[in-house]
């Protein structure tokens, strides 16, 4: 793990917030607005590429934009290669290149890596992440159903061993039990390390992991402005405002 970039807690249970944001020159400008109306309420602005489906300068153009509005604030890079029914949306060799240049050109400040991508390709790109100061998170999604706890475990032991600076699991829960044994997950992975752990349940079951997560070790939340882009997303104001209520 590399030496001081582990954060610090806020509260025992109060999460980092990210703001997730896409296509924002071409985004109705009330958005933007609302997002600088609601800039202390948020740690971190993650920019969704695979939703705007540019070029790498149209990308770092939109970076540009979003560093110019919110200087103060880190940059999330992320591109999901598959949408909700699992469809491909880019070849993993196009990803692998994608993700290379922008680490390369340093256009971020945290970089999102899928766990499931070809493991030379993971290797390379830790290592340029590394070289460039750029933070990493390894992320695993399952949009059609909760694993099993110990499969859970596991794929966060996958991500701690690759050594992520942020170790981040969505899974797709089918009831409250599904709920339950994410966020043991996420307990019982963060007792065992000192990394930032994210567990998120999506979908309006989930949305109490959105916002106690913090409770169960979760260092990460994600909400937005305008519309949500993720199923069970909460509004970031509604989420600054519930997330309080656990502060110690």
């Not at 949009?143 to 942020?166: C, G, H, S």
């Amino acid at each position: 793990m590399r030496g001081g970039l582990i954060l610090t807690e806020q509260s025992s249970a109060i999460p980092k917030v990210i703001l997730t944001l896409s296509d924002v020159q071409n985004t109705d400008e009330k958005v933007i607005k609302e997002a600088v109306e609601y800039i202390d309420y948020f740690d971190v602005v993650e920019y969704r590429a695979d939703l705007a489906q540019g070029s790498i300068e149209f990308y770092e153009s939109e970076i540009a934009f979003i560093k110019n509005k919110f200087p103060s604030k880190q940059i999330l890079f992320t591109y999901r290669t598959e949408d909700m029914n699992n469809k491909t949306k880019i070849t993993m060799d196009a990803y692998f290149e994608l993700i290379k240049e922008v680490i390369e050109k340093k256009l971020c400040d945290i970089i999102d890596l899928e766990l499931m991508m070809y493991e030379d390709y993971m290797d390379k790109l830790l290592v340029l992440a590394r070289a460039n100061n750029i933070l990493v998170l390894i992320s695993h999604h399952e949009y059609e159903f909760t694993p099993r706890i110990k499969d859970m475990l596991a794929i966060y032991n996958r991500m701690i061993k690759l050594d992520a600076d942020y170790c981040k699991l969505a899974v797709k829960p089918n009831d409250g039990k599904d709920v339950l044994n994410l966020m043991s997950a996420v307990y019982e992975t963060k007792q065992n390390c000192n990394l930032n752990i994210i567990g998120i349940a999506m979908g309006e079951i989930g949305k109490i992991t959105r916002v106690a997560c913090g409770i169960f070790g979760s260092s990460m939340t994600f909400g937005y402005v305008g519309n949500p882009v993720a199923p069970g997303q909460i509004h970031i104001k509604d989420l600054h405002d519930q997330i309080v209520l656990y502060k110690s």
